[in-house]
């Protein structure tokens, strides 16, 4: 049996554009267009799943997707760091964000640290090698990065070396404990 799952980023949205830690905004009007002109060009789902962000619930309804919320594709909680662009964080609190970014296992936010989520996707992934067919969820991009580090069997230190453009879609084909990747086609 052969579970396929295709994970589709969000469009953009000012909080990705300002490169800043999601608090919960919208897509833009931009982004908005680009999802509802990608509607209609996704295969046949078996299973449809959404993160529960505000701006992949909305590319999920803009895509034309009926798709059920699924906690476990959350973004990365990113405790008081969040609604905070990166320069900022740089500029108030250096060394933990350079811990962060270089040791999967800190959290020095107060939310959940790289490896946690590598973990929460990898179960969640593994969950949909259990079911036949396709599955197609639209995930926070680093949940689509998490997904692809357990898929590949890297460490977790190997997140922060793949980007996740916006509404783009990441396949992946599985069978007994094996994933396959196919990457970041633009819808």
Known sequence: MTSRVMLISPAISEALREARFDDGCPLDASGLRSAKAAAGT??????????????CRETADALGLDALDAPELAALDTGRWRGSTLAEVGAAEPEALGRWLSDPEVAPHGGESVAALCARAGAWLDARAAESGRTIAVAEPEIVRAALVHALGAPASAFWRTDVPPL????????????????????
Not at 42 to 55: E, F, K, N
Not at 169 to 178: D, H, N, Q
């Open 42 to 55: 996704l295969p046949t789902a078996h299973r449809l799943w959404s993160s529960p962000t505000v701006r």
């Open 168 to 187: 783009t879609a990441v396949e992946l084909s599985g069978r007994a404990g094996r994933w396959n990747v196919r990457m970041g086609r633009p819808l």
